[in-house]
């Protein structure tokens, strides 16, 4: 052992091991390489996963399936919000089938419609009233005649439409009486209903509708009734029209308001309806409003339509009319 120069204190430090080095250069790789590309590798199998279930179209008679017989580790948990996601699944995929597919599963769509009302699960009911109305299959005609006597007031509005759309005669009692709901919703609906389904004999339930405390109800019963050649419809379109568009106007002409109105219906539809329902009606007392509304109204949509319903009057155009 070499002895220290004179006057130097010894070195008393320990050598690093050996195998220091080769640690060292472990956590660099590590650190560097391995940790970052791990990350990778899950970031892109998280995203090809996602991917794989995005592709993946639901079929509608799998998913039926899924409603009936749900049975998963967690059903006791979240059983009912399952078959919740499946009834709204299935009230979406119902749309745009081909016949012969719907006609398949209609009789399982139906037993899955009684059993939720057997079992009062207000929310698959309703989705399966949305579902069975986009079938327009006739053998929903009968579970939705059912539904329109729920207590539920949001599955009766759902079934009304459903029988709209499934468009079968032997439901018009059914709606005629719905116009007399206890719900305004559910009168909205059946009188739009009567209307759509081209119900003369509904005639005198609709006129009834024009009183209603609903101004919803109202109007729709004014655009039915308009559809159906009925006059006594024009005053109820008129002040809706004139409503529609806005107290800023001058006076009441001016400008269109874009805005919306307490129910969330844009002004400017309501005032396209309106005129499309004068316009089939060629109501007398509206023709000055309308030609007014050709120079005045603010919004372009709304004066292309008065000009078109004023041609709609005959060869008597209004002076001024473009």
């Avoid at 109007?219 to 008129?238: I, T």
Wanted: overall charge neutral; proline content about 7%; some cysteine.
């Amino acid at each position: 052992m070499t002895e220290p120069p004179a006057g130097q204190a010894p070195d008393t430090t320990t050598p690093p091991p050996p195998d220091s080095d080769e640690k060292s250069d472990l956590r660099v790789v590590l650190q560097f390489f391995i940790v970052p590309l791990s990350l990778v590798a899950v970031l892109v199998l998280l995203f090809f996963g996602l991917q794989l279930v995005r592709s993946r179209t639901p079929d509608p008679a799998t998913t039926l399936s899924s409603l009936q017989n749900y049975e998963g580790f967690l059903s006791s948990f979240v059983g009912d919000i399952k078959r919740w996601q499946y009834g709204y699944d299935l009230s979406l995929l119902m749309r745009g089938k081909d016949a012969q597919s719907l006609r398949r599963m209609l009789p399982g769509l139906v037993q899955a419609f009684n059993e939720a009302g057997t079992r009062r699960d207000l929310k698959l009911r309703r989705y399966l009233a949305l579902a069975l109305g986009h079938s327009g299959d006739p053998r929903a005609v009968a579970p939705l005649r059912d539904g329109l006597r729920d207590a539920d007031a949001e599955t009766r509005l759902f079934c009304a439409w459903g029988l709209m759309n499934a468009a079968d005669r032997a439901a018009l009692p059914d709606l005629r009486a719905a116009a007399r709901d206890s719900d305004p919703g559910v009168r909205k609906m059946a009188v739009h209903a009567l209307g759509r389904m081209h119900d003369r004999e509904s005639i005198p339930a609709l006129r009834e509708a024009l009183v209603d405390p609903a101004d919803d109800v109202r109007w729709n019963a004014a655009l039915s009734l308009a559809l159906l050649g009925d006059q006594s419809a024009s005053p109820v379109l008129v002040a809706l029209l004139e409503a529609s568009l806005g107290p800023d106007t001058e006076p009441g002409l001016a400008a269109a308001a874009d805005g919306d109105n307490d129910d969330g219906n844009s002004r400017r539809d309501w005032a396209l309806n309106s005129i499309r329902g004068l316009a089939l009606l060629k109501a007398p007392k509206a023709k000055a409003l309308l030609v007014r509304l050709t120079s005045s109204a603010g919004d372009p949509a709304i004066r292309e339509a008065a000009a078109l319903a004023i041609a709609a009057y005959g060869p008597e155009r209004a002076a001024g009319v473009p």
